[in-house]
Nanobody, 120 residues
Framework: QVQLAESGGGLVQPGGSLRLSCAAS????????MRWYRQAPGKQREVVAI???????TYTDSVKGRFTISRDNAKNTVYLQMNSLKPEDTAVYYC??????????????WGQGTQVTVSS
């Protein structure tokens, strides 16, 4: 059984910062791409940032220059550093990982989500 556990969400004022973490646990053989998604009320879930196993990163245009995705392969953990936060960044943030457990092909796994609210 694999679990992705997110942490680090909360309430922050505009211009502030938060750091999200997502730790994968279980009988993991290898983790490939890791992603952060977000879903605001009444909107579709959108991908925010992606990081490959070699560290190549991609961002959606609205967060470029403000958010940074990183990973610690030794800890099976992906991070999202969010700076200069705006009210429009308010959403539930989800981590997603393509990973293989021992003896199986890679599959996609999701965390439970963490709320980020940017408001004064």
């Amino acid at each position: 059984q694999v679990q992705l556990a997110e942490s680090g969400g909360g309430l922050v004022q505009p211009g502030g910062s938060l750091r999200l973490s997502c730790a994968a646990s279980g009988s993991i053989f290898s983790i490939y791409r890791m992603r952060w998604y977000r879903q605001a009320p009444g909107k579709q879930r959108e991908v925010v940032a992606i990081i490959t196993s070699s560290g190549t990163t991609t961002y959606t245009d609205s967060v470029k220059g403000r958010f940074t995705i990183s990973r610690d392969n030794a800890k099976n953990t992906v991070y999202l550093q969010m700076n200069s936060l705006k009210p429009e960044d308010t959403a539930v943030y989800y981590c997603n990982a393509d990973l293989a457990i021992v003896g199986a092909a890679p599959t996609s796994h999701w965390g439970q989500g963490t709320q980020v609210t940017v408001s004064s």
